[in-house]
């Protein structure tokens, strides 16, 4: 069983950023490929950024490339997403998730593992 747990999340103006943390709590955190995703009112859950076991390898949706990017520590056992120049629109809450294998996915059932989300808002 992994816990995770999302902090770093809270109300921001639009133009300004935000890193969010995910902490998790196995000793096999490098095993494990780790994504972030967001779920605003009324809207489906959708992937915002994943990153290899390894951290080698990062996929980010075409709505946040070039403005967020996904690391990760393994020796911390932490996922991070640092967000930039964010807009109204990217107001949810984000979740990081954790699926064991090397692999990134894009998809919520591919995910094993789920935080409880930190709620991330940007004022116009």
């Known amino acids: 069983q992994v816990q995770l747990v999302e902090s770093g999340g809270g109300l921001v103006q639009a133009g300004g950023s935000l890193r969010l943390s995910c902490a998790a709590s196995?000793?096999?955190?490098?095993?494990?490929?780790m994504g972030w995703f967001r779920q605003a009112p009324g809207k489906d859950r959708e992937f915002v950024a994943g990153?290899?076991?390894?951290?080698?390898?990062?996929v980010s949706a075409d709505s946040v490339k070039g403005r967020f990017t996904v690391s990760r520590d393994n020796a911390k056992n932490t996922v991070y997403l640092q967000m930039n120049s964010l807009k109204p629109e990217d107001t949810a809450v984000y979740y990081c998730a954790a699926r064991s294998g090397p692999t990134i996915a894009t998809k919520t059932f591919q995910y094993d593992y789920w935080g409880q989300g930190t709620q991330v808002t940007v004022s116009s």
């Open positions: 196995t000793r096999t955190f490098s095993t494990y490929a």
């Open positions: 990153v290899s076991w390894s951290g080698s390898n990062t």
